[in-house]
């Protein structure tokens, strides 16, 4: 199935680990359920940004991160808001150079900060988002513990 244009057929998870076809997925789900207590919802953008099926991550009604299927990888995006950016600013020196490029090379509209990030490996990147998805969950203190 064509997770990115069918929008008549829902898919299920199998269908996002035949895209993705990495582990990593599998422990990002398991991760994000385990601190988050998330479950994937499914949801269908007909944006033409980012046409498809996608998977968001709600904690309390607010979204976390979408998840986007790639071929053997993934995409996050987590968008940081006005509330987030002066903790972000204090995590920044915290992060690594990847995350940090991300950010810096990010612009900046209606106050958020909209970051695509692509998931490939267990990297620094991958260790980088759990600090970015704990500022949306409001856990402010994730800069100044760092």
Avoid at 21 to 43: G, R, V, Y
Avoid at 116 to 145: N, T
């Amino acid at each position: 199935m064509d997770i990115q244009q069918d929008s008549t057929h829902i898919p299920q998870i199998e269908d996002f680990y035949a895209v993705i076809h990495n582990k990593l997925f599998e422990k990002f789900l398991q991760a994000m359920k385990d601190i988050f207590s998330c479950e994937p919802q499914m949801e269908f953008s007909r944006c033409t940004w980012e046409y498809g099926w996608n998977m968001k991550f709600k904690k309390r009604g607010r979204n976390l991160c979408t998840l986007y299927a790639r071929e053997q990888y993934f995409t996050l995006l987590i968008v940081i808001g006005k509330k987030e950016a002066p903790y972000l600013e204090a995590l920044l020196p915290h992060l690594g150079d990847a995350m940090q490029e991300i950010i810096q090379e990010t612009a900046e509209g209606n106050g958020q900060c909209w970051l695509m990030i692509d998931v490939e490996d267990e990297g620094s990147v991958y260790q980088d988002i759990w600090k970015l998805l704990a500022l949306r969950a409001g856990c402010y203190d994730v800069a100044e513990s760092e």
